[in-house]
């Protein structure tokens, strides 16, 4: 089945700063998920996105198919984006690791 | 937007008894669903995939008697942890998919954490 790797396993951040979170995937994919994991384990759709970038605030993800890897970006971070992020093969259903992001107030 | 919901949210319950987990598509209808389980500090593994009135896909490892899976009808699925062990502790994860506009996006539940004692 396809890999799914992310980075980095972790990342912390100041309240401000920007990020930003790779996605690699070992095979052509068309469809991937971008989801943030709450720290009561909530699971929270941020980007469907099988190719292309889109934006939703200060969140915005691109995924360049053909060199198999999508990023996820935060801007000015706040201290309610901590959790964890994965990505994730919609049609497989793989997920990566996850990068845990904790911004620090 | 799609509305996925699990009962109960949380359960404790005594070794060798069975614990049923309910998930439900609020308002959409999920051909397929989708069950998760998920360790401390670790990430979700597919444990199953459930289609509406068929038999549910296990993936390798699981075992199909221990974890039942039901999927009844086009919004509820259920999962069944029969004579449960300490080892089954864990947080329990379904999803579900929207196909209705042809799009393979997928909706997660709250998240079902069963602790065996």
């Known amino acids: 089945g396809i890999q799914v790797e992310q980075s980095p396993p972790d990342l912390i951040l100041q309240e401000g700063a920007n990020s930003t979170l790779r996605c690699n995937f070992s095979?052509?994919?068309?469809?991937l998920q971008w989801f943030h994991q709450n720290p009561w384990g909530q699971l929270i759709n941020l980007f469907y996105?099988?190719?292309g970038t889109k934006q939703n605030g200060r969140l915005s993800a691109t995924t360049v198919a053909t060199e198999r890897y999508s990023l996820l970006y935060i801007s000015s971070s706040q201290t309610t984006d901590s959790g964890v992020y994965f990505c994730?093969?919609?049609?497989?259903?793989?997920f990566g690791a996850g990068t845990r992001l904790t911004v620090k107030p | 937007g799609a509305v996925v919901s699990q009962h109960p949210s949380w359960v404790i319950c005594k070794s060798g008894t069975s614990v049923k987990i309910e998930c439900r598509s609020l308002?959409?209808?999920?051909?397929?669903m989708f069950w998760y389980r998920q360790f401390p500090k670790q990430s979700l593994m597919l444990m199953a995939t459930?289609?509406?009135?068929?038999?549910?896909?296990?993936e390798q490892g699981v075992e199909k008697d221990k974890f039942l899976i039901n999927h009844a009808s086009l919004t509820l699925s259920t999962l069944t942890v029969t004579s449960a062990h300490p080892e089954d502790s864990s947080f329990y994860i379904c999803?579900?998919?929207?196909?209705?506009?042809?799009?393979?996006?997928?909706?997660f539940g709250p998240g079902t954490r069963l602790t065996v004692t």
């Open positions: 999803s579900a998919r929207d196909l209705s506009g042809w799009v393979y996006e997928q909706y």
């Open positions: 095979d052509s994919v068309n469809n």
């Open positions: 996105i099988p190719s």
């Open positions: 994730a093969v919609v049609h497989d259903m793989r």
């Open positions: 308002d959409f209808q999920a051909t397929t």
């Open positions: 459930s289609n509406e009135g068929s038999k549910a896909t296990y």
